[in-house]
């Protein structure tokens, strides 16, 4: 099983600066890692998923990079709509693992 | 548009058994993998299993083998899972997500999540 170990935990940040969210992987997953966002009491929204790709409809403020087992997932000029839980997700192999999610907090 | 509709929220005894909805349009329910997701409140994430909408095949995540069994019913394009011998533990917030492609892969569609409560 890939073991998913994401940091912060949590992040308060004023409007406008750059956020920046650490996944690792205890397994070399190529390329196959996944990014979402979770609003309270909604379901999660797939933001970026393999290959860095960049969902449609998804403003171009999110990014991610990495490959192997180091991924960042960044937001640039983040707005008080970017408050959320954002969780990466691996989909290399079974069973699927999330990391345990980052709060992003808006001051 | 893709939607998938969840079930309403479920109250049940320890010891019980609960069987989940997930009701599916806007796209070829029997291409497409349907999984399952459980989040505890205030917690990560858990992958239970994927279920294919056209034979039915699974594949568990060996934590929830024997506690959740994934079924389909193509007539309807709707997910189903079953929890059973519930305890405290299963008390979570359940989703059904589409697979983008294949197996393995991520998570493009959700259903809007149903609350498990377990008490008696």
């Known amino acids: 099983e890939t073991t998913v170990t994401q940091s912060p935990a949590s992040l308060s940040m004023a409007v406008g600066e750059k956020v920046s969210i650490s996944c690792k992987t205890s397994t070399d997953i190529d390329d196959d890692m996944n990014w979402y966002q979770q609003k309270s009491g909604e379901a999660p929204k797939l933001l970026i998923s393999?290959?860095?790709t960049l969902r449609p409809g998804v403003p171009s403020r999110f990014s991610s990079s990495g490959y192997g087992t180091d991924f960042v997932f960044t937001i640039n000029n983040v707005l008080l709509g970017d408050e959320g839980i954002y969780y990466c997700?691996?989909?290399?192999?079974?069973?699927?693992?999330f990391g345990a999610g980052t709060k992003l907090e808006l001051k | 548009e893709v939607q998938l509709q969840q079930s309403g929220a479920e109250l049940v005894k320890p010891g019980a058994s609960v069987k989940l909805s997930c009701k599916t349009s806007g796209y070829t329910f029997s291409n497409y993998y349907m999984s399952w997701l459980k989040q505890m409140p205030g917690q990560n994430i858990e992958w239970i299993g994927n279920?294919?909408?056209?034979?039915?095949?699974?594949g568990y995540n060996q934590k929830f083998k024997g506690k959740a069994t994934l079924t389909v019913d193509k007539s309807s394009s709707t997910a189903y899972m079953d929890l059973s011998s519930l305890t405290s533990e299963d008390s979570a917030v359940y989703f059904c997500?589409?697979?983008?492609?294949?197996?393995?892969?991520?998570?493009?569609?959700w259903g809007q999540g149903v609350m498990v409560t377990v008490s008696s």
């Open positions: 393999e290959g860095n």
């Open positions: 997500a589409r697979l983008d492609y294949g197996y393995n892969g991520y998570f493009d569609y």
């Open positions: 279920i294919y909408g056209g034979n039915g095949g699974t």
């Open positions: 997700q691996q989909s290399d192999n079974v069973p699927l693992t």
